[in-house]
């Protein structure tokens, strides 16, 4: 069923639950759609004037409806306890350990992602809106110790393949929301709000962050790039983009 | 055709069309000051500080508002009940005073709102001088509405009653409501914004 | 208006419709306006809303039209779009994105609030309700102009918004603050229309609740309602305590946009790289709560009279009695309670821990359940019938495949760990187009089909209705079948270039192509239907006061029904609403207000 439905590849860890509920209600849709149909159709054609000049005044006599209606039921809340709410509380709401993981802010803005490494020292340093500017849409401040090791980036996230990535979300004007397709992780940027998004991803591949909140004129073009990468170029990358910190 | 059960109840149901859609006006009433109530506590549980109400606000002002609104919702039971045993004279002062306390309250409020306004606090100071703007606004909006049924129905609308007591009467009880329910909003208002 | 007013048949009851009875009537009242335009009765009042919603959903649909367009052929210059739109809109014939979202928030709007709610409640429900429950009007006929005319005052304000600087809400129908709270002035407009609009929601609401609960004719007891009169009842209920949800939050937004204050705006905003200059500590999610407490149950709003339509109509071109009535009305009921309950289904994603969620995806898999019950009892209601296949049942029974397709798709949405990839995405703008436009706006068109003799004394033609039928069925079908898909491969909606430059859009980028040629494919055949309407209202084959051999009490009124009153002598209710068929008589239907059964034919 999955294949049929045409999502984009599923590159991370949860994904595979996603996809296996996608599956499942979908296959749940199409039992009852094609069954409906076809009695639809059934009574349509029998029930047809030319075909039945005098209509019954009672109809239907047996109950198989009442038992259809009741396996839908019995099926939405299999679908529901024993898949849709565990996940959601195994993947969505249950943070894993910040060590072992990696830790990024992404901050959405009216038009980008502005994303943020704690650098070597693993210490987001210190943000204020007061030092905004073009060339700092995070407001980092370098002269804090934990800040002079951060990395900062537009449109741009790598992660490591294979280990938890940890996204703290927030955005600085309206809101927008940040999504993976391929990770099946999709969030809003709520402001006011620090929201926390994790997944693991489990292929490495480049593809594109979304914006999928209406959030002004250019809301289609909100768009980003990510890198799922192995855990040596990451490192590899890491200690790349370091080589161009400012010097303090 | 007439419509029938303008002012005799129907029997099945005990009610007159009026007072049915008064009751469902009241209750499309409550949602709207219920949804402002809960974003006046939604706002304030989630924000970091918030003011001393007690202070920023006048207590003894919105205390003296209150008896006025209640007296007035005394009065226009009386009003009511005047017209009941056909006293329509009796009914006229009553429905006099009742708007004469309606007026009454409005000028406190203005008095309030000029020495808010007056110190420098304006809806966009805070959430709180947000919240009290708009609610106390929207209840005065309220008050003002029903001052004009009620001046109607104490000047013109009063001919109503040598022609159709029985509506006339109705009208009065709707009236009545209405202005109850203004009351009653008014002191959920009171301790939520004064004294909470 | 073009043509001959169908207002026109009520200027005599017996006389000729045509434009020299419309003179000599002129002639006859000069008071005209007041009895056409300012009437109190519940006919002409139903039918100024039948014609402003038409207008309406016109518009709306011109509207949606330039959307398919734009989003199959983004950026490629239409010099004609120029001229149609504006210079300010779509310089050298390309539309802006300003002009893109303007569409996108005004369509949805419009269409809601302005075309189909009015059409199906303001007018459907005051023509019929009255005229099914056996009583004179409405109960409080002033109201029910009242509530008309601020109506159509809302729909001024909507429709001059475009015209104003920067244009017309551009923020989604939804008018998510932050973003709603910054755009410009074309948003106060649409708050402003929209407090109108609930306004005249609440007084019709009023209105129809007192109605049905007082002037039910003698007899007529509630088990004895047609099906159509409950599901009115529970909308009227559902726009009673739910507009004034969004009435609320309309005004903390007017606050912010007119008084600076910061109802929705946290503190610490940053736009364009300037902090924002507000008070702050406000929240941004107390508007979606507000807005998708009234928005959820507006959805039923918009769907429950479609049921009620559809449900009519079954019954009468099946000859039979609908299967479950009462369980049919207990369903509704369910629906109407949980409606309040499952708001937070479109917050899936704003960070709502385990419980919350789990608690919402239970209302919503609840809330599917009696409309599964409802569709079922009418697909049922077909077995045994012997069915008339004309276009109001056509349409009626195209309703229910389609809102089954657009009510299956609400299932994966309701689960929150498959509405991750989904939401926003246009499987969202699929799923609930399904249940919209042919869903809802096919039962509204059964709808006219089928009361149109009523109205007016004459049949609307036939060919006509089926070639309406069946181009409409097939464009739909084309324009939101892909939405399915391309939203399964992660298209977003509101998208400006309709996704053209995300990878992912690829694979099914194409389909927006012939999704724009079924949208215009969709435009084309409402021909056929406008040139009927038109066209029948003057030159359709007259009929007797009941050509469908219906049971319900508007067919017991003279045709068209009396103004000011409806009946020749109010009916008296003997039996439930679709006695059809019943063992040992000679006609097939025995109308309720019939004392005898012997007396049927
Ligand atoms: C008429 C309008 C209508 C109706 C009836 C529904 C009905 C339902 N809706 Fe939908 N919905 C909308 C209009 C509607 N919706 C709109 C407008 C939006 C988007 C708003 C926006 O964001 O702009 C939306 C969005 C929306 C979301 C949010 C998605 C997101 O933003 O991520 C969700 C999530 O739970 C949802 C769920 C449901 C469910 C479970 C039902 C259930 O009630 C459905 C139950 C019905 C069935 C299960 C069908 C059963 C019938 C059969 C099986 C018969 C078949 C017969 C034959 C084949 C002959 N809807
Ligand atoms: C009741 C609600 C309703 C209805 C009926 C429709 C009907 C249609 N809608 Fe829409 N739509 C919405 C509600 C509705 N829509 C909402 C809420 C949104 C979301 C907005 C947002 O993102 O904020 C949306 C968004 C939306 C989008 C996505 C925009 C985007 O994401 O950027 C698209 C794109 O194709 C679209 C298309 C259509 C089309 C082609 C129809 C067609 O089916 C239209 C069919 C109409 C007719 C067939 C009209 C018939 C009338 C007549 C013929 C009149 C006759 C007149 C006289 C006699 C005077 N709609
Ligand atoms: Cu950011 Cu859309
Ligand atoms: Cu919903």
């Not at chain 3, 073009?2 to 003179?23: K, N, Q, V, Y």
């Not at chain 3, 609960?213 to 529970?234: E, N």
């Not at chain 3, 928005?295 to 339509?309: D, K, Q, S």
Request: a neutral charge.
């Amino acid at each position: 069923m999955i294949e049929w439905l045409g999502m984009p590849v599923g590159a991370s860890a949860h994904a595979v639950e996603v996809d296996r509920l996608m599956a499942l209600v979908h296959w749940l849709m199409l039992v009852m759609f094609v069954g409906w149909s076809t009695y639809f159709t059934y009574v349509l054609v029998r029930f047809r004037r030319g075909r039945n000049p005098r209509a019954s005044y009672h109809g239907v006599r047996s109950r198989w409806s009442t038992w259809a209606e009741a396996g839908v039921l019995v099926s939405e809340v299999v679908l529901l306890v024993f898949f849709a709410i565990p996940f959601w509380s195994r993947q969505v709401d249950a943070l894993p350990a910040e060590q072992g993981s990696t830790v990024v802010r992404v901050v959405a803005e009216q038009f980008a992602w502005n994303v943020h490494y704690p650098g070597p020292d693993g210490v987001f340093g210190r943000t204020s809106s007061d030092l905004v500017s073009a060339d700092n849409p995070l407001g980092l401040d370098r002269r804090d110790p934990a800040g002079r090791d951060d990395l900062t980036l537009v449109n741009e996230l790598n992660l490591p393949v294979g280990r938890p990535a940890i996204i703290w979300l927030s955005t600085k004007d309206v809101i927008h929301s940040f999504a993976l397709p391929q990770m099946r992780v999709k969030q809003d940027a709520i402001p006011g709000v620090l929201q926390p998004v994790w997944f693991t991803p489990s292929e490495t591949g480049q593809w594109e962050i979304v914006c999928a909140q209406l959030c002004g004129l250019a809301h289609f073009r909100m768009r980003g790039i990510y890198r799922i990468q192995t855990p040596d170029e990451f490192q590899a990358w890491l200690a790349e983009e370091a080589k161009y910190l400012p010097a303090y | 055709m007439e419509i029938p059960y303008t002012s005799e109840p129907r029997p099945d149901t005990g009610l007159t069309n009026p007072k049915i859609g008064i009751w469902l006006f009241l209750a499309s009433e409550v949602m709207l000051f219920g949804s402002l109530f809960s974003a006046y506590a939604l706002l304030r549980m989630g924000a970091e500080t918030w003011p001393d109400q007690s202070a920023v606000l006048s207590v003894p002002l919105a205390t003296l508002n209150t008896v006025i609104l209640i007296v007035s919702s005394a009065t226009i039971v009386l009003a009511l009940a005047a017209v009941r045993a056909g006293r329509i004279d009796a009914y006229r002062r009553f429905m006099g005073l009742t708007i004469l306390g309606g007026a009454a309250f409005l000028v406190v409020k203005a008095f309030e709102y000029s020495d808010k306004f007056a110190q420098g606090l304006v809806p966009a100071t805070d959430n709180f001088l947000a919240l009290y703007f708009t609610l106390t606004g929207l209840h005065a909006l309220h008050v003002v509405g029903g001052l004009v049924v009620n001046l109607y129905l104490w000047g013109p609308g009063v001919r109503m009653w040598r022609t159709d007591p029985a509506r006339f009467t109705g009208r009065i009880e709707v009236a009545g409501l209405y202005w109850h329910f203004v009351d009653v909003v008014w002191i959920f208002l009171f301790p939520v914004l004064y004294l909470l | 208006m073009a043509g001959p007013s169908p207002w026109a048949t009520h200027l005599s009851h017996a006389g000729p419709c045509s434009l020299a009875a419309l003179r000599t009537a002129w002639l006859r009242y000069p008071n005209l306006l007041r009895r056409y335009l300012f009437s109190t009765d519940h006919k002409v009042i139903g039918l100024q809303y039948a014609f402003t919603s038409l207008f309406f959903l016109l518009v709306g649909f011109s509207l949606a039209v330039l959307i398919r367009w734009q989003q199959a052929y983004a950026g490629q210059p239409l010099p004609l779009l120029t001229l149609l739109v504006g210079e300010v809109n779509a310089p050298g014939g390309i539309m802006l994105p300003e002009f893109y979202n303007q569409l996108g928030a005004m369509h949805g709007t419009i269409m809601v609030f302005l075309g189909v709610v009015p059409l199906a409640v303001g007018a459907f429900g005051n023509y019929l309700v009255p005229l099914q429950i056996g009583a004179p009007d409405m109960a409080f006929p002033r109201l029910n102009l009242a509530s008309y005319w601020f109506y159509a005052a809302g729909g001024v304000v909507m429709l001059a918004s475009f015209f104003v600087p920067g244009g017309a809400a551009m923020s989604g129908w939804t008018s998510y603050p932050p973003l709603a709270d910054f755009a410009p002035q074309g948003q106060t407009w649409w708050l402003a229309g929209m407090l109108l609009l609930v306004l005249s929601s609440l007084l019709g609401a009023v209105n129809f609740i007192t109605t049905i609960v007082q002037l039910r004719a003698p007899g007529m007891t509630w088990f004895r309602l047609p099906f159509f009169v409950w599901t009115q009842l529970i909308t009227s209920f559902l726009l009673l305590l739910a507009f004034p949800a969004l009435q609320a939050a309309a005004i903390l937004q007017g606050m912010d946009r007119l008084a600076g204050t910061s109802f929705f705006l946290p503190s610490g905003l940053m736009v364009g790289g300037q902090a924002v200059d507000v008070a702050g500590g406000g929240s941004a999610l107390l508007w979606q709560h507000l807005f998708w407490f009234l928005a959820h149950p507006e959805v039923y709003v918009l769907v429950l009279p479609a049921m009620g339509i559809v449900a009519e109509i079954i019954a009468n071109n099946s000859r039979k009695p609908v299967f479950g009535y009462r369980l049919m009305v207990y369903s509704i009921f369910v629906l109407g309670f949980l409606s309040f309950t499952v708001w937070a289904h479109h917050m899936y994603l704003t960070g709502m821990g385990t419980t919350i969620s789990a608690i919402f995806q239970a209302t919503t898999m609840i809330i599917s359940i009696p409309s599964v019950i409802v569709l079922s009892a009418l697909v049922l209601s077909l077995h045994g019938g012997s069915i008339r296949f004309n276009t109001p049942m056509l349409f009626a029974l195209a309703f229910l495949p389609m809102f089954g397709i657009g009510g299956l798709t609400g299932l994966p949405l309701g689960l929150a760990a498959t509405d991750i990839p989904l939401h926003d995405t246009n499987y969202v703008v699929g799923h609930f187009h399904y249940l919209v436009a042919p869903g809802t706006i096919f039962a509204l068109f059964a709808g006219i089909y089928h009361w149109f003799p009523k109205i007016t004394g004459r049949m609307m033609n036939e060919t006509l209705g089926r070639l309406h039928f069946a181009g409409s069925l097939v464009t739909m079908n084309l324009i939101f079948f892909p939405m399915l898909m391309q939203g399964m491969a992660g298209v977003n909606r509101r998208l400006w270039d309709g996704g053209a430059i995300y990878q992912h859009a690829e694979p099914v980028l194409y389909l927006n192509v012939p999704m724009a040629h079924a949208a215009f494919g969709l435009a084309l055949v409402q021909v056929f239907f406008i040139v009927n309407l038109f066209m029948s209202l003057k030159g359709g084959r007259r009929v007797t006061a009941n050509p469908w051999e219906a049971t319900t009490l508007e067919w017991a009124a003279p045709t068209p029904p009396r103004a000011h009153g409806n009946f020749d002598e109010l009916p008296r209710v003997y039996r439930g609403p679709y006695e059809y068929s019943v063992p040992g008589m000679d006609v097939d239907f025995l109308p309720q207000h019939v004392p005898d059964a012997k007396a049927g034919a």
